[in-house]
């Protein structure tokens, strides 16, 4: 047979088209002439559908089911009416039976029980048949759906196809919309409540556990259902699955048959799983029906499928419901107001660190993070601390500072070896140096060369792994400067550095890490005391993106220079000896960028450092500075002298002496 035997009017050299079509034309009052019917003359798959009257066929495939026809049980003449029993089953389902049989759903018996047959045709060829045991108990052996067998020649695809009609109206052409169910009770309450463009998938939803999908999706790929809802027929698909994990699963496979842009999901009230509930209720579960205007409002409420870049309130729905509960909390902290109140810490972010070299930059994060995990059980942190070398001396001073004691056997509050080991226990569990050389590195499976050992791309395969393996909380890079940066020649240090930055940003965030870089400013000018000032993230080397693109910014700041007394400088004296180390000015700490409130805000502190307690930091007070100002000016000391004080002869207490005060 061919088109132009069914009075099909053809466009030559054209394989998808809208014409007149040949049934109803003739009759129509109202659009006559308009072209509504489409015609799809693909080899293989030559079929038309008319959208007014359901005028429709396939040529290809007309004599390849009758098979399908003989097994189907399907009566050439379907009832008008189902029996009382049927009738009950579709009412307690609140489906008005008519529904169904307008659908050429079709009832038969087996051994004096009930069963409903919902065949599937493509445009009004029979090639397929689902079937459903209406008296199905769980607790009794048998099955409640199944379909014809496949060496009948069936063909699974979605039921209801064949009823899809656009009328000619102008309006509803603008949007030519398919829902898609997934069972056919679900399919049939949609028309029950007026949308009568709803289709059933012919399975159900696959477990999501199984293994190969290429049958459970067959249908999709069909060559006639990606023709039928091709969009040039069909403009939006609305998908009203189960709201279960399988359910979810299938509508987010099923849409990459027909591409995310068109499609969009239902999304039901609390508790309840399906539009049928939506519309029917479930005493059992005790929900109440909430009818028409339920379904409607589940219309009129479509969520669009998620596309990677693009989020949307519900994809993070359950981050939103903790901050309703918890509010905007903020990171973890190290147990000090004094320094919680200025920044705390929380994955996914990034901390930068600068100040003038000798400042204490290394000094303050190797005792924040001491005291870090001190006061967070079970955090680990990943170290990449060239500058602070050898190894053996960083894990030492880590040590010190865990303890609050001297690692040096025989010094002034030094560790005994039983505390020393129990530091040493207590640190490997939560530090990692991420140390490579030339003579001993990982290649990570080719990933790093002999030359690449120190690069970024390298200590973030190492960070990864701690990541995979230890459940890093984050880590520290000190200092930016001794990563071996690949700068390609062509491009700028400032499009360069801020490119490493948002590759790092990222990392961040894929990994669930908090970073601390650790980086040096250029050079900075001194004041009139020949101190040098304190830097600014903007005077970070490179980029203004130090600065932009930091959620937390930190300033490390010394002014250790001190004017003698007046006592004695002479005339003669140079204007570098008028000055002395004071080794005991306070370290500034200062919050310059807080991207988010909740972390902290921009303030500072002074801290002083115990050099007897490994080089722990307390609160500098007000009245303390006050102190040691009177004290320099009555008893002037000499830079010697301030540091064998410093060194704590005025301690006298011997290792044995000592309890065990390890805080861990």
């Known amino acids: 047979m061919t088109f132009e035997e069914l009075g099909i009017h053809t466009k030559s050299g054209a394989s998808r088209y809208y014409t007149i079509c040949p049934k109803c034309n003739e009759s129509r009052k109202k659009h006559k002439n308009v072209p509504c019917l489409t015609v799809n003359d693909e080899p293989g798959n030559r079929w038309y559908k008319c959208h007014h009257c359901n005028f429709s066929g396939n040529l290809d495939i007309q004599d390849k089911y009758k098979e399908v026809v003989e097994h189907s049980r399907m009566p050439k003449q379907p009832a ?42 493509i445009n009004m060829t029979l090639v397929n048949v689902k079937y459903l045991n209406v008296r199905y108990n769980s607790e009794e052996a048998g099955l409640k759906w199944w379909q014809m067998k496949k060496e009948y020649g069936s063909k699974p695809i979605f039921w209801g196809m064949q009823s899809i009609s656009f009328e000619s109206d102008d309006e509803i052409q603008k949007n030519r919309t398919v829902i898609i169910t997934e069972g056919e009770i679900d399919m049939l309450t949609w028309k029950q409540c007026g949308y009568n463009n709803a289709v059933s998938v012919p399975q159900g939803a696959p477990s999501p556990k199984a293994k190969n999908f290429k049958e459970e999706f067959a249908y999709a790929e069909d060559p006639y259902v990606q023709s039928f809802f091709h969009p040039d027929n069909v403009d939006q698909l609305i998908f009203s699955t189960d709201n279960d994990e399988a359910g979810k699963f299938l509508r987010e496979h099923l849409v990459h048959f027909f591409g995310k842009v068109r499609c969009k999901y239902i999304n039901y009230p609390t508790g309840y799983k399906d539009i049928n509930e939506v519309y029917n209720g479930d005493v059992k579960k005790g929900l109440p029906a909430l009818g028409k205007a339920g379904v409607d409002e589940c219309y009129n409420n479509l969520s669009s499928f998620a596309v990677k870049g693009i989020i949307r309130p519900y994809d993070v729905i359950e981050e939103m419901n903790t901050l309703a509960k918890h509010g905007f909390t903020p990171g973890l902290g190290i147990g000090y107001p004094y320094i919680d109140r200025l920044f705390t810490l929380k994955p996914k972010h990034i901390t930068f660190v600068t100040g003038v070299p000798g400042s204490g930059k290394s000094v303050f994060i190797r005792w924040y993070l001491a005291q870090f995990v001190r006061h967070n059980k079970n955090i680990k942190w990943a170290l990449f601390t060239p500058e602070n070398r050898p190894v053996s001396r960083e894990f030492a001073k880590l040590a010190e500072v865990l303890a609050g004691q001297r690692f040096e056997e025989g010094t002034t509050n030094s560790m005994t070896e039983e505390q020393r080991n129990k530091t040493i226990t207590f640190m490997a569990k939560h530090f990692f140096v991420v140390s490579p050389d030339r003579n001993n590195f990982e290649t990570f499976n080719g990933k790093i060369q002999v030359n690449q050992i120190n690069t970024l791309n390298s200590i973030l395969e190492y960070l990864i792994h701690l990541k995979k393996t230890e459940d890093i909380f984050g880590y520290v890079i000190d200092a930016w400067n001794k990563i071996e940066h690949e700068q390609p020649k062509w491009m700028t240090e400032t499009t360069f550095i801020s490119q490493q930055l948002d590759y790092l940003i990222n ?158």
Not at 107 to 117: A, D, H, I, S
């Open 80 to 121: 008008s009416i189902f029996t009382t029993e049927v009738r009950d089953y579709f009412k307690r389902r609140g489906i008005d039976p008519a529904i169904a049989i307008r659908e050429k759903v079709f009832e038969y018996t087996v051994k004096g029980n009930p069963v409903l047959g919902f065949p599937s045709f």
């Open 507 to 664: 990392f961040n965030d894929t990994y669930n890490v908090h970073g601390i870089i650790i980086v040096h400013p250029r050079k900075i000018d001194m004041q009139s005391n020949m101190n040098y000032k304190m830097p600014s993230l903007y005077d970070i080397k490179g980029s203004s993106a130090w600065k932009e693109k930091a959620d937390i910014g930190i300033l490390v700041h010394r002014n250790k220079l001190k004017m003698k007394p007046k006592d004695q400088i002479t005339d003669t004296t140079d204007e570098d000896d008028k000055y002395v180390v004071d080794s005991k000015a306070p370290t500034i700490i200062r919050t310059e960028k807080i991207r988010f409130e909740e972390l902290g805000c921009e303030d500072r502190v002074k801290l002083k450092m115990d050099f007897n307690k490994g080089g722990t930091f307390t609160e500098y007070t007000e009245k303390e500075e006050k102190e040691d100002v009177k004290k320099s000016k009555e008893q002037p000391v000499t830079v010697k002298e301030r540091y064998e004080v410093d060194r704590g002869d005025d301690f006298d207490i011997t290792p044995t002496d000592k309890k065990d005060p390890l805080p861990f």
